[in-house]
């Protein structure tokens, strides 16, 4: 079957099938087999916006949402995730560790379904599905975006109702601030240290939620077309004078408190 003839939101849903780990390693597969499905998902969303009238377009982003929620369920106590955690001494919101040259050697075997490393391969299953859980979270943070875009907004709540990312920013107004962030970092080769700064910088002014996980952000910032990989400790970013000037310029021109 061809690609442009998939259903989008059963190949998001297949995402999770592990017999490809029998063919590549996760290491092969990530990010691009699973960021590349989300995006043909958004892809087809934005192509019914265009299609059906407001009503219709909310029945089915709900609907939507609804497939995506039932059908990716994580349950932690039922996961190998905890036990992989503590087998390479890595932290769940750091995931995938890349930089761990213990779990990335690990990541890059290929397991066979039926062999003597079948314990390894239950494992590598298991990040295997939550990298797609991972993925559906992104999805349902997308599928929020336009419903709070396309819903009539309430006197009460103006504000998270403009919110286009909710579970991520506290305001509308900090958004807004990380818009214009993101207008002036741009996307360059130093990616990786202005976002991690940013979402650290965030973080403790509370624009961004104590919750969000490192991974949550880094998906994220893949909307953009900013594809960072992690997020780096503060104590890896080395002088970071010339961000904190532009963070603060920026914040003090839209009067962010």
Same mark, same amino acid.
């Given at each position: ?100 040259? &213990? #779990? ?8 066979? $379904?039926? =062999?003597?490393?079948?314990? +390894? *391969? ?53 958004? &807004? #601030? ?8 741009? $996307?360059? =080769?130093?990616?990786?240290? +202005? *976002? ?62």
């Amino acid at each position: 079957m061809k690609k442009d003839n998939l259903n989008p939101l059963q190949e998001f849903k297949d995402m999770s099938n592990v017999d490809i780990l029998t063919t590549s390693s996760f290491s092969n597969l990530y990010p691009w087999y699973y960021s590349d499905k989300t995006a043909r998902l958004k892809e087809d969303v934005l192509i019914k916006m265009d299609k059906l009238n407001e009503s219709k377009f909310d029945t089915f982003l709900k609907h939507l949402r609804d497939e995506i929620a039932e059908y990716y369920i994580y349950d932690p106590n039922e996961s190998l995730i905890p036990k992989t955690i503590e087998r390479f001494g890595i932290k769940e919101s750091d995931f995938p560790p890349f930089l761990n040259k &213990e #779990f990335e050697k690990f990541i890059e075997i290929i397991h066979p $379904n039926n =062999k003597e490393v079948f314990t +390894d *391969y239950l494992i590598q299953r298991e990040i295997h599905i939550y990298a797609a859980h991972l993925e559906a979270g992104k999805i349902l943070t997308f599928i929020d975006g336009m419903l709070g875009n396309s819903e009539p907004a309430s006197s009460e709540t103006p504000e998270k109702l403009e919110n286009k990312y909710p579970r991520i920013f506290t305001s509308q107004k900090a958004f &807004e #601030f990380f818009d214009r962030l993101k207008e002036e970092f741009g $996307n360059s =080769k130093k990616a990786l240290a +202005d *976002y991690s700064f940013i979402y650290h910088r965030m973080k403790k002014d509370r624009l961004i939620f104590d919750d969000i996980k490192q991974t949550e952000f880094v998906y994220f910032l893949l909307e953009f077309g900013i594809n960072v990989g992690r997020v780096k400790p503060l104590s890896q970013q080395g002088n970071s004078d010339y961000r904190e000037g532009i963070y603060n310029r920026v914040k003090d021109l839209m009067n962010v408190s």
